[in-house]
């Protein structure tokens, strides 16, 4: 009886781990040689069905741009917005945000960066 409610007690645990997922991986650049292949967004926003409305004007999703444009992870549930980039370098973002606007602080931000520069360049409208 003891090996069952443990073996259901770990089971309960790793599908609640499935179901709460708050780390969503972005597209990695391979082709530099920083410590990080990809950024980090972290936020306080709580699900990722908020990045899920279109960027402004273009065929894309928040997510998708921040995502597989300018390979940016997002994290979750987070005490504060930060942006983490290729070289671990941590920027601050203002707080209270709707996910619009982080984006866009986002999308400034990499813009601002040597490489961040080029990755907008690509992307289609």
Request: aromatic fraction near 14%.
């Amino acid at each position: 009886m003891r090996q069952f409610l443990f073996t259901n007690f770990l089971l309960l645990c790793f599908s609640s781990l499935l179901y709460c997922q708050d780390f969503f991986e972005g597209k990695k650049r391979k082709d530099l040689e920083f410590k990080f292949k990809s950024r980090v967004l972290k936020t306080s926003v709580k699900k990722i069905d908020s990045f899920k409305i279109n960027f402004l004007n273009s065929k894309y999703t928040l997510e998708q741009v921040l995502r597989e444009k300018l390979y940016t992870s997002i994290q979750l549930n987070q005490s504060k917005n930060q942006l983490i980039s290729y070289d671990g370098t941590v920027f601050n973002l203002p707080d209270n945000l709707n996910t619009t606007n982080l984006t866009i602080q986002v999308v400034e931000l990499i813009g601002d960066m040597y490489y961040g520069q080029f990755e907008l360049e690509r992307i289609e409208k």
